[in-house]
């Protein structure tokens, strides 16, 4: 019953650094999504995806790259990690026609 | 377009009493409103969403909300807090954009309770 999962949890990059955030989910969900969590700032939307072979620019995409090749997986790459990218990641999904998205557990990320 | 206010950062109680999480959209059209709870070191949880039909919506663990179209609001109460409610909340509107939908988040409440 994995749902939506994060990998890796935590992860400590230099800057400059480059690494890829892999979610993927079990449920055949067509929406999928990358937040990012800031405090004081809620969950904000960095890319979305609608289904396999589309993504789409939310609202703080700068410096962050996806891709959804398989329905099953949406990757959240960083080219080149900054300081500012310090923060909590999360991935999200949901079925076409549903109103219920469901969350990762996380994945931690320092840039120093 | 759609946001969200939540009005307060950080809300204390003891344990036992009421609480009233509250939160604003603003909006134009009809709306889908989510409250999502946040436990530490952990993913979001869905407590509840108001969809459409009563006002009123019941959510997990003795949580509730009502819809208020007049006031753009949709807080969050509980009669009676535990020590284990202690968390973040998060009240969220569905945003419909160029044929796409994504939640919207407010900036959260961080609930403590006291013993």
């Known amino acids: 019953n994995a749902g939506v999962t994060q990998t890796p949890k935590f992860r400590v990059l230099k800057t400059g650094q480059s690494m890829t955030l892999l979610c993927a989910q079990d449920?055949?969900?067509?929406?999928m999504y990358w937040y990012r969590q800031d405090p004081g700032m809620g969950l904000r939307l960095i890319h979305y995806s609608v289904g396999e072979g589309t993504t789409a620019k939310g609202e703080v995409p700068d410096g962050y790259n996806v891709s959804r090749l398989k329905k099953q997986n949406f990757l959240l790459g960083l080219e080149s990690a900054a300081p500012s990218q310090t923060s909590v990641y999360f991935c999200a999904s949901r079925k076409w026609e549903t109103t219920d998205t469901y969350f990762g557990e996380g994945s931690w990320l320092t840039v120093v | 377009a759609q946001s969200v206010t939540q009005l307060d950062s950080q809300v204390p109680v003891f344990e036992e009493a009421p609480v009233e999480l509250r939160c604003n959209y603003s909006?134009?059209?009809?709306?889908?409103l989510f409250w999502y709870v946040q436990y530490p070191n952990q993913g979001l949880q869905l407590l509840l969403k108001?969809?459409?039909?009563?006002?009123l919506v019941k959510g997990i663990n003795g949580f509730e909300a009502e819809f208020n179209k007049s006031q753009t609001s949709f807080h969050l109460r509980k009669p009676s807090v535990h020590i284990s409610d202690t968390a973040e909340y998060f009240c969220?509107?569905?945003?419909?954009?160029?044929?796409?939908?994504?939640?919207?988040f407010g900036k959260g409440t961080k609930l403590t309770v006291n013993p």
């Open positions: 969220a509107v569905r945003l419909t954009q160029g044929g796409s939908e994504k939640l919207v």
């Open positions: 449920m055949n969900h067509e929406y």
């Open positions: 909006s134009s059209v009809s709306v889908y």
């Open positions: 108001y969809l459409s039909g009563s006002t």
